[in-house]
C-alpha cells in the first residue's frame, strides 16, 4: 500500500540522491551540510512533502513543518532518503529528533546511542523499512570539525566527511594521510577554507589503545600552552566497529609541508645558494622558538585532573618530549615578519610523558613500548636505561648541530656528516650513526666526527659571530655527555635570546660574508677502544614491536646478521624515510651474554697502510671485510 502520492516522494528523495558524495578511501556516502541541502529542508519544502503523504493526520502542517525544521530536519531528510517518511507523525509524538539520532535496534525498540534511558516502539514498522531507515539516518551525521567537538566518539555508522584521501607514510604503530574534509563540515578556527589536514590511523584496533591514550593524554595537557613551536592538535577520533568490540583510533592535526630531514634534502635546495642573513637569521629564530617550546613542555604547570596515563596523582609540573628528531619536527609554510622561511614545530608526542612534583624526572625505557631513534639517543640510555629531561636537550643538541652544518654546508655537507659518524664508531665490529662513543673504561665521550665537524664550523671564515656561540653552546652545554651537567631548557632559551638579540642589531655579528665554503674532507679514524662486554648492546632489552629484524646469513657467504633500527620516522605530511641507525654486527654478539669482565680483551685496529701505499686504499675498504680479515688474523 503506498502511503504518498503518485510520485510526491520520488522528486525529493531524487534531489537528496543527487546531493550524496563518496567518503574517500570507503563505499559509504553521506549528504553535506550545504546550502542546497538546507534549502531542500526549509520549512517550505518540509510542508510540500508533508502535504503530500497521505499518512500524515495532523491538519497543522504549517506548525508541524516548522517543529520539524527546527529541531528534526535530519530526522525528515532520512525517513524521505529511506521512502518511510510516513512514521515521521508517530515519532514526533515520541519525542523523537535530530538530538537523539543516531537510533539503533535494540530488542525491538529504537534505542538511543547517547541517551540508553529513551526508547522507541517499532510495532508498526516493517523489517525492510526499519533497515532501510537505520542505514539512511548515517548520511545524515557526518560530523563537523570545529574547536567544539575535539574528541568525537562515533558510531560504526558514522561516515567521515573526506572527499579526498592520501597515504603519506606508514609506521609500525599507524599510518599518516592527507586528508581532504568537505568544506561544508570543516570549520575549525585559524584555518583557511579546504586546507588539507594530517589524519593520523593508529593500527592497533582494540576496546584500548596505549599509544593513543598516551599521545592524546599529552596532548590535553599541552592545550593550555598554545605555543607557535609545537603542533595543534585538531581531533581525536574514536570510532566503533561494526561489532562493536574493536575501536579505530586516529588523531587529526594541522598538515605539514614537510619534516626537517625532507626540508634538508627537498625545501631547502630552493633557498638561496648564498648564505644570507635573512637565512641565517630565520635558523636562529627557529632555534629559539623551538627551545622555547621544549621549555614549555618540560615545565608545564597543569590546572587539569592529570590523566591515569600520565602516571600522576597530584599536580603536574614538568614533562619531556622523548624523541626529539627531525622527523619529528615539522616544517610549516606560513610566513610571517619574524618567521619569512615558515615555521618549525615539535610533534609525535607518542613517548612523551609528564611527571608530578615528586617524581625524579627520569624514566626507564624498560616502560616504554615503542622504539627510540638510535642515531639521536643519549649517552645515559646506553649506560642506565633512563630517559629524562636531559635525553630532550642531548636530543635536540643532535638535531641543532645537523641543522647548523646544513646551513653552512648545505646536504652534502650533513651527508657527510652522517657518514663520518658511522665511520668513526668506537666499536670496532658495530657501525652505528651515533653521537657518542662507550670507551673500555665505561666512559662515554663524543665522536671524533662530532669534534671535526664542530671545529669545522668555528673555523669557517664566514661563522665568525653568532654561529660561533651558536656552535659552542651546542657543542660544550648540549652535547654534555653527563646528563646532570647538560643546560636546563630556561637557560638555553636565554642564551638562545641573547645570540638573536644581538644577530639583530648587529649584521656584522650576525654572519661575516655572503658565500658558503667548500665541504671539508675529513679523514675519521675509528677509534681502537675496544667495547667491554658488559656494555655491549643487550638485545633483550630492545621494545618488541621496535621493528627490529635479525637475519642470519650463510657463512659461507657472509659473516653477519643485521638489525634494522626502524621507529616512525615520517612526518606528519610526509613520506616514510629511510630507517636513521643501521647496526652491523657479528653473529656471536647474539649469544647470552657472558661475564668475562676479568678477560683481557683485544683491541681490533684498522690497520694504517704502510708508507707510500695507497692511502685510499685504507679508507674505501668495505667494513664487512676489514671485519672478516681481522677475524682471520685473530684465529691465526
Not at 630507517?579 to 676479568?598: G, K
Request: net charge neutral; glycine share 6%.
Amino acid at each position: 500500500m503506498s502511503h504518498t502520492k503518485q510520485g510526491s516522494g520520488d522528486l525529493f528523495r531524487k534531489t537528496l540522491y543527487n546531493l550524496a558524495i563518496l567518503s574517500a578511501g570507503t563505499i559509504h556516502r553521506f549528504i553535506p551540510s550545504t546550502p542546497d541541502l538546507k534549502s531542500a529542508l526549509s520549512p517550505e519544502s518540509i510542508f510540500i512533502n508533508l502535504e503530500q503523504c497521505d499518512s500524515i493526520r495532523n491538519r497543522k502542517l504549517t506548525d508541524l513543518a516548522n517543529n520539524v525544521s527546527e529541531k528534526a530536519s535530519k530526522l525528515f531528510a532520512a525517513l524521505a532518503h529511506s521512502g518511510t517518511l510516513f512514521h515521521l507523525e508517530s515519532l514526533i509524538n515520541e519525542g523523537l529528533t535530530d538530538e537523539d539520532l543516531p537510533v539503533k535496534l535494540s530488542n525491538n525498540v529504537l534505542t538511543c546511542s547517547n541517551n540508553s534511558s529513551k526508547s522507541f516502539p517499532t510495532g508498526d514498522w516493517e523489517e525492510w523499512d526499519l533497515n532501510s531507515f537505520l542505514n539512511s539516518q548515517w548520511c545524515f551525521l557526518a560530523p563537523i570539525f570545529n574547536s567544539r567537538n575535539q574528541e568525537l566518539k562515533l558510531e560504526y555508522g558514522h561516515v567521515l566527511p573526506f572527499i579526498d584521501r592520501v597515504a603519506l607514510g606508514e609506521g609500525s604503530y599507524s599510518d599518516v594521510y592527507k586528508v581532504q574534509i568537505h568544506e561544508a563540515h570543516q570549520k575549525f578556527p585559524d584555518m583557511k577554507e579546504g586546507q588539507p589536514v594530517a589524519l593520523k590511523v593508529f593500527k592497533h584496533r582494540d576496546t584500548k589503545n596505549v599509544d593513543f591514550e598516551r599521545e592524546t593524554a599529552m596532548f590535553k595537557e599541552l592545550k593550555v600552552i598554545r605555543h607557535p613551536h609545537i603542533i595543534k592538535l585538531l581531533a581525536t577520533i574514536e570510532q566503533k566497529s561494526i561489532g562493536e568490540e574493536d575501536l579505530t583510533y586516529s588523531m587529526m592535526f594541522p598538515l605539514a609541508k614537510s619534516n626537517l630531514r625532507q626540508y634538508w634534502e627537498k625545501e631547502g635546495s630552493n633557498v638561496s645558494k648564498d648564505l644570507t642573513p635573512s637565512l641565517v637569521l630565520w635558523v636562529l629564530h627557529q632555534f629559539q622558538g623551538l627551545a622555547g617550546g621544549l621549555h614549555e613542555i618540560h615545565n608545564l604547570k597543569s590546572s587539569s585532573t592529570p590523566s591515569a596515563n600520565l602516571a600522576v596523582n597530584e599536580e603536574v609540573i614538568n614533562g619531556r618530549h622523548g624523541d626529539i628528531k627531525p622527523e619529528n619536527i615539522l616544517f610549516f609554510y606560513e610566513p610571517t615578519e619574524e618567521h619569512h622561511h615558515g615555521i618549525l614545530r615539535i610533534a609525535d608526542f607518542g613517548l612523551g610523558k609528564f611527571h608530578n612534583k615528586k617524581a625524579s624526572g627520569v624514566t626507564s625505557n624498560k616502560s616504554i613500548p615503542r622504539a627510540r631513534s638510535g642515531t639521536y639517543e643519549a649517552p645515559e640510555c646506553m649506560e642506565s636505561n633512563q630517559m629524562s629531561r636531559p635525553y630532550d636537550i642531548w636530543t635536540l643538541g643532535c638535531v641543532y648541530l645537523e641543522f647548523t652544518i646544513w646551513l653552512i654546508f648545505r646536504s652534502t655537507g650533513l651527508q657527510s656528516f652522517g657518514t663520518d659518524r658511522l665511520n668513526s664508531s668506537g666499536i670496532t665490529n658495530v657501525k652505528t650513526d651515533q653521537f657518542y662513543n662507550i670507551q673500555q673504561n665505561g666512559q662515554s665521550v663524543l665522536r671524533e666526527a662530532v669534534e671535526i665537524w664542530v671545529d669545522a664550523l668555528l673555523e669557517a671564515e664566514i661563522c665568525k659571530g653568532a654561529i660561533v656561540d651558536l656552535v659552542h653552546l651546542i657543542r660544550e652545554q648540549m652535547l654534555e655527555v653527563l646528563p646532570k651537567k647538560r643546560i636546563k631548557s630556561e637557560e638555553l632559551v636565554k642564551k638562545l635570546s641573547d645570540i638573536v638579540e644581538r644577530a639583530e642589531l648587529d649584521a656584522q655579528y650576525l654572519l661575516n660574508g655572503m658565500g658558503r665554503p667548500a665541504v671539508p674532507a675529513f679523514k675519521c679514524q675509528r677509534q681502537s677502544s675496544t667495547f667491554p662486554m658488559d656494555l655491549r648492546p643487550d638485545m633483550s632489552r630492545l621494545p618488541h614491536r621496535s621493528g627490529i629484524a635479525l637475519s642470519s646469513h650463510n657463512k659461507n657467504t657472509q659473516d653477519h646478521a643485521y638489525a634494522g633500527f626502524q621507529s616512525e620516522d615520517y612526518a606528519y605530511a610526509g613520506s616514510h624515510p629511510k630507517p636513521r641507525m643501521c647496526l652491523e654486527l657479528e653473529e656471536s654478539q647474539f649469544a647470552p651474554p657472558i661475564n668475562q669482565s676479568n678477560l683481557p680483551l683485544p683491541a681490533i685496529n684498522v690497520e694504517e697502510p704502510a708508507q707510500g701505499s695507497d692511502s685510499k686504499q685504507r679508507t674505501t675498504q668495505n667494513p664487512a671485510k676489514v671485519n672478516h680479515i681481522n677475524k682471520k688474523s685473530r684465529m691465526s
